[in-house]
C-alpha cells in the first residue's frame, strides 16, 4: 500500500497542485502506512461445526457471501431459506435497453477492492467502471440561475464561509487539512484494522465520538468536511449528519475512502482510490456464486417461527396451509433483526434490548425513462431535497448509460451528454424518506419533481421499489457499545446474528462482518 502511496504521489506534480496543497497531498498520502489496531479485542465465538446442518436465513449478499465462505472452509451442510423468489436482496438490476440498471446496490470504492472486487472477479462477474463525481443540482428548478454545481464548486463554495475566502487555492488548501486532521484523529483513535468494524473503543474515545456525526465534526473543527459527506453520506442513504450517530459516519468514511474523496475532489483519483459501478451489475454476482456453487437456496420460504432448543433450532415454515417443522444445527440470521424479534418463540432480554432500537429509513429506486430533461452530468444530487429532509424528496439520479459512454469522465463527454437531452434517457432515481410512502405518492412526487422544475417530457416511471434501508441505532445507543455488545452474544442458542442490522448498510459492510465471524469462530468443531 505504501508503494502505490508514493506512486499517486508522483502523479501529483506540482504542475496541478502548488505549495500548500501538494504538501497536503504528501501528507495525506503517507497516512496510508499501517498502524497497529487499537481497542478491546473481539472474543472468540461458539460457531457451527464443520458436519453440521447449518441454515441461513436471507439470500441476499449477507447470506449467499456466508454460504459460499462456509463451503470453502469445508462446510457441506448448508441450506439458504429466502422468502422471495430471487437472490441478491438489495442487489436488484433489471436488463432494460441492453444493460443492466440498478434498483438497490450500486457503487464500490477503494475499500471493495479488498472484498467485493475480487469475489467478483472470481465469479465472473467483476468487470468494474470508474465514474465521475456527482454534480449537484442547487435547487430544484432549471429556470434558477447559476443551479449547476461541478462537485468541486459545491464542496468549495460550501468551505469558503469557514475561511472567508473566495480563493479556490485557499478553500481547497483548508479542505485538505481537514481531511488530513480526519483521517490521522480517525487513525489515533481506531488504529488500522481489518475489515469494517473497529475494535471495541476503550472510555475515552466512546465519549469522544458521542452524538451525532454533525456533533463530532463540530467538536473537532472538521466542519469543512460537510459538504464532502452530503455526497458520501446523505446521498447514498446513510443518515443526515446532524441525525446519524458519529460511529456510523466514522465506520462507513473510514481512512481509505476518505482519502478516495479527496483525491477524487482534486481529480486525481487513480485505482483503486475511486469509485466504480459493476458493468452487469451486483445482482449478477450473488446468482453466480449459487449457480457455480450448487446452493441450496429454498425460494418463497415463509417462516411461521424459530425456537432454539437445547442444541438444535426448530423452525416452523408455512407448506400451503400448513406448517412444516424443519431443524437446523445451527442458524445465521441475515435479514433485519426486527423480523428476528417477530419471528423468535423464546427472545432473551438481552436480544430485545439490543435489537428493539434499530430503526430503518425508507430508500426508493426507480427506472425512468424521459425526455428533454435539463442535464447535469449522468450522475447528478439535488441538494435541496437533501438540506430541507423533503420527505419523499428525489435526492439522486444516475446514468448508467452514460457512465458506459466511452469519454464521460472529460468536460468534452460531460457537455455532449448534457447537451444530446432530446434523446430518450433511462435513469435510476432515487427517494428517500423517514416514513414509508405508498408508491402511488412516490411517483407523483417524482413526476412533478421532473416535469415542473426540469422541463421532463415523456416521462415512464417502469418500476419503483421500496427497501428499509440502514437500521441503525440512535446516537445514544450506539454510544453504549451496541456493536460490541451484539458480538459478544454471536454463538449462543447456536446463533449468529450477521447482515446489515449489525453491522452497516453495504455491500462490503456485511462481508467484511461475516469474515469476522468466521475469524472468530472456535475453530475446535473443523
Same mark, same amino acid.
Given at each position: 500500500?505504501?508503494?502505490?502511496?508514493?506512486?499517486? !504521489?508522483?502523479?501529483?506534480?506540482?504542475?496541478?497542485?502548488?505549495?500548500?496543497?501538494?504538501?497536503?497531498?504528501?501528507?495525506?498520502?503517507?497516512?496510508? +502506512?499501517?498502524?497497529?489496531?487499537?481497542?478491546?479485542?473481539?472474543? @472468540?465465538?461458539?460457531?457451527?461445526?464443520?458436519?453440521?446442518?447449518?441454515?441461513?436465513?436471507?439470500?441476499?449478499?449477507?447470506?449467499?457471501?456466508?454460504? +459460499?465462505?462456509?463451503?470453502?472452509?469445508?462446510?457441506?451442510?448448508?441450506?439458504?431459506?429466502?422468502?422471495?423468489?430471487?437472490?441478491?436482496?438489495?442487489?436488484?438490476?433489471?436488463?432494460?435497453?441492453?444493460?443492466?440498471?440498478?434498483?438497490?446496490?450500486?457503487?464500490?470504492?477503494?475499500?471493495? =477492492?479488498?472484498?467485493?472486487?475480487?469475489?467478483?472477479?472470481?465469479?465472473?462477474?467483476?468487470?468494474?467502471?470508474?465514474?465521475?463525481? /456527482?454534480?449537484?443540482?442547487?435547487?430544484?428548478?432549471? +429556470?434558477?440561475?447559476?443551479?449547476?454545481?461541478?462537485?468541486?464548486?459545491?464542496?468549495?463554495?460550501?468551505?469558503?464561509?469557514?475561511?472567508?475566502?473566495?480563493?479556490?487555492?485557499?478553500?481547497?488548501?483548508?479542505?485538505?487539512?481537514? /481531511?488530513?486532521?480526519?483521517?490521522?484523529?480517525?487513525?489515533?483513535?481506531?488504529?488500522?484494522?481489518?475489515?469494517?468494524?473497529?475494535?471495541?473503543?476503550?472510555?475515552?474515545?466512546?465519549?469522544?465520538?458521542?452524538?451525532?456525526?454533525?456533533?463530532?465534526?463540530?467538536?473537532?473543527?472538521?466542519?469543512?468536511?460537510?459538504?464532502?459527506?452530503?455526497?458520501?453520506?446523505?446521498?447514498?442513504?446513510?443518515?443526515?449528519?446532524?441525525?446519524?450517530?458519529?460511529?456510523?459516519? !466514522?465506520?462507513?468514511?473510514?481512512?481509505?475512502?476518505?482519502?478516495?474523496?479527496?483525491?477524487?475532489?482534486?481529480?486525481?483519483?487513480?485505482?483503486?482510490?475511486?469509485?466504480?459501478?459493476?458493468?452487469?451489475?451486483?445482482?449478477?454476482?450473488?446468482?453466480?456464486?449459487?449457480?457455480?456453487?450448487?446452493?441450496?437456496?429454498?425460494?418463497?420460504?415463509?417462516?411461521?417461527?424459530?425456537?432454539? %432448543?437445547?442444541?438444535?433450532?426448530?423452525?416452523?415454515?408455512?407448506?400451503?396451509?400448513?406448517?412444516?417443522?424443519?431443524?437446523?444445527?445451527?442458524?445465521?440470521?441475515?435479514?433485519?433483526?426486527?423480523?428476528?424479534?417477530?419471528?423468535?418463540?423464546?427472545?432473551?432480554?438481552?436480544?430485545?434490548?439490543? =435489537?428493539?432500537?434499530?430503526?430503518?429509513?425508507?430508500? @426508493?429506486?426507480? %427506472?425512468?425513462?424521459?425526455?428533454?430533461?435539463?442535464?447535469?452530468?449522468?450522475?447528478?444530487? =439535488?441538494?435541496?431535497?437533501?438540506?430541507?429532509?423533503?420527505?419523499?424528496?428525489?435526492?439522486?439520479?444516475?446514468?448508467?448509460?452514460?457512465?458506459?459512454? @466511452?469519454?464521460?469522465?472529460?468536460?468534452?463527454?460531460?457537455?455532449?451528454?448534457?447537451?444530446?437531452?432530446?434523446?430518450?434517457?433511462?435513469?435510476?432515481?432515487?427517494?428517500?424518506?423517514?416514513?414509508?410512502?405508498?408508491?402511488?405518492?412516490?411517483?407523483?412526487? !417524482?413526476?412533478?419533481?421532473?416535469?415542473?422544475? =426540469?422541463? /421532463?417530457?415523456?416521462?415512464?416511471?417502469?418500476?419503483?421499489? @421500496?427497501?428499509?434501508?440502514?437500521?441503525?441505532?440512535?446516537?445514544?445507543?450506539?454510544?453504549? /457499545?451496541?456493536?460490541?455488545?451484539?458480538?459478544?452474544?454471536?454463538?449462543? +442458542?447456536?446463533?449468529?446474528?450477521?447482515?446489515?442490522?449489525?453491522?452497516?448498510?453495504?455491500?462490503?459492510?456485511?462481508?467484511?462482518?461475516?469474515?469476522?465471524?468466521?475469524?472468530?469462530?472456535?475453530?475446535?468443531?473443523?
Amino acid at each position: 500500500m505504501l508503494m502505490f502511496a508514493l506512486f499517486l !504521489l508522483h502523479l501529483l506534480q506540482p504542475a496541478q497542485c502548488q505549495g500548500s496543497t501538494e504538501q497536503a497531498i504528501k501528507t495525506l498520502l503517507s497516512l496510508l +502506512q499501517p498502524t497497529e489496531a487499537r481497542g478491546g479485542p473481539f472474543p @472468540t465465538i461458539p460457531g457451527p461445526g464443520q458436519y453440521e446442518q447449518v441454515c441461513i436465513v436471507g439470500a441476499g449478499p449477507a447470506g449467499i457471501h456466508m454460504a +459460499q465462505s462456509l463451503k470453502k472452509i469445508g462446510f457441506t451442510n448448508i441450506t439458504i431459506y429466502e422468502k422471495t423468489n430471487r437472490v441478491g436482496g438489495k442487489s436488484y438490476d433489471i436488463k432494460y435497453r441492453g444493460i443492466e440498471h440498478p434498483q438497490g446496490t450500486i457503487f464500490a470504492e477503494a475499500n471493495y =477492492f479488498d472484498n467485493l472486487i475480487p469475489l467478483a472477479q472470481e465469479y465472473g462477474a467483476g468487470d468494474y467502471v470508474k465514474i465521475p463525481t /456527482a454534480n449537484v443540482w442547487r435547487t430544484n428548478s432549471a +429556470q434558477d440561475e447559476n443551479i449547476k454545481l461541478r462537485t468541486s464548486q459545491f464542496i468549495l463554495g460550501r468551505v469558503a464561509p469557514l475561511t472567508n475566502s473566495t480563493n479556490p487555492k485557499a478553500n481547497l488548501g483548508f479542505l485538505l487539512k481537514t /481531511a488530513i486532521h480526519y483521517v490521522k484523529l480517525h487513525k489515533q483513535m481506531f488504529g488500522d484494522y481489518e475489515g469494517d468494524l473497529m475494535l471495541r473503543p476503550d472510555e475515552d474515545v466512546m465519549f469522544r465520538i458521542r452524538g451525532t456525526f454533525m456533533e463530532y465534526l463540530t467538536r473537532e473543527k472538521m466542519l469543512a468536511l460537510v459538504p464532502v459527506f452530503k455526497l458520501s453520506n446523505e446521498l447514498q442513504g446513510y443518515g443526515h449528519l446532524d441525525e446519524v450517530s458519529a460511529l456510523y459516519g !466514522l465506520i462507513w468514511n473510514n481512512p481509505k475512502l476518505m482519502i478516495t474523496l479527496a483525491l477524487r475532489a482534486l481529480k486525481q483519483d487513480k485505482e483503486p482510490f475511486s469509485v466504480y459501478v459493476l458493468r452487469d451489475g451486483f445482482e449478477k454476482l450473488w446468482k453466480n456464486i449459487v449457480q457455480k456453487e450448487n446452493l441450496d437456496v429454498r425460494f418463497n420460504t415463509d417462516i411461521y417461527s424459530i425456537t432454539r %432448543l437445547k442444541n438444535r433450532v426448530a423452525l416452523k415454515i408455512w407448506k400451503g396451509s400448513f406448517l412444516k417443522n424443519e431443524q437446523c444445527d445451527f442458524m445465521i440470521w441475515t435479514p433485519s433483526m426486527a423480523n428476528l424479534l417477530r419471528t423468535l418463540t423464546d427472545t432473551r432480554h438481552e436480544e430485545y434490548n439490543l =435489537f428493539k432500537g434499530l430503526k430503518p429509513e425508507f430508500f @426508493t429506486a426507480n %427506472l425512468v425513462d424521459m425526455r428533454n430533461s435539463v442535464r447535469n452530468g449522468p450522475y447528478s444530487a =439535488f441538494m435541496h431535497n437533501l438540506d430541507m429532509k423533503v420527505e419523499g424528496g428525489v435526492t439522486g439520479e444516475v446514468n448508467m448509460m452514460g457512465f458506459l459512454t @466511452t469519454d464521460i469522465g472529460t468536460p468534452e463527454g460531460i457537455a455532449e451528454y448534457n447537451a444530446n437531452n432530446s434523446e430518450l434517457k433511462t435513469s435510476y432515481v432515487l427517494q428517500l424518506g423517514k416514513e414509508f410512502q405508498d408508491e402511488k405518492t412516490l411517483n407523483q412526487i !417524482l413526476q412533478d419533481h421532473y416535469t415542473k422544475g =426540469f422541463n /421532463a417530457t415523456d416521462l415512464e416511471i417502469l418500476n419503483t421499489i @421500496t427497501w428499509p434501508y440502514f437500521p441503525r441505532w440512535s446516537p445514544e445507543e450506539t454510544g453504549q /457499545a451496541r456493536h460490541w455488545q451484539v458480538f459478544n452474544m454471536q454463538g449462543k +442458542q447456536k446463533v449468529w446474528y450477521a447482515g446489515s442490522s449489525v453491522s452497516f448498510e453495504s455491500v462490503r459492510g456485511v462481508m467484511e462482518y461475516n469474515n469476522l465471524l468466521l475469524r472468530k469462530m472456535n475453530k475446535i468443531n473443523y
